[in-house]
């Protein structure tokens, strides 16, 4: 199945996946990386305009399969969401992340993310809301 392209503005942006050593897919406002050869992805990142600010992007969901760590997919795929949103015009992006997942939080400020100084309780519908901070950068 091929991914449907989509023109690019700056409430979804557009582009071909992260490459180098990975195949990657675009589907509407998110990336993936995966292996050559297969469709099970290492990697993923969905992100749009922020709804809850005006003007930078969010990044809603960034994942990285544990056999993807230590590889460097998921910096190539940072890398590229950034250099998206930046090439769609959006200066700057935030996301949320557990407050309890140091291996998430210390990803981030190795990918140039500081604490804003946000914090929220977050409840999926699950009934067990979670606590969170928030990161931001220039893209």
């Known amino acids: 199945m091929r991914p449907s392209p989509r023109p690019s503005s700056p409430r979804t942006p557009s582009g ?5 050593g990975t195949s990657g897919s675009w589907r509407g406002p998110g990336r993936s990386c995966s292996r050559s050869g297969t469709v099970t992805p290492l990697a993923l990142c969905w992100l749009r305009l922020s ?3 005006p003007g930078p992007g969010e990044i809603f969901s ?3 399969h544990p056999d993807g760590w230590g590889g460097g997919i998921a910096h190539a795929l940072m890398a590229q969401s950034l250099r998206r949103l930046r090439d769609d015009g959006l200066p700057r ?3 949320r992340t557990l407050r309890d997942t140091p291996q998430s939080r210390r990803f981030y400020v190795k990918c140039g993310f500081t604490e804003s100084g946000s914090t929220r ?3 999926y519908g699950d009934g067990n809301p979670v606590d969170q901070v928030e990161y931001e950068r220039a893209c």
């Open 16 to 20: 071909a996946g992260v490459r180098g």
């Open 51 to 53: 709804p809850t600010r």
């Open 62 to 64: 960034f994942y990285c």
């Open 93 to 95: 992006v935030h996301l």
């Open 121 to 123: 309780t977050y409840d």
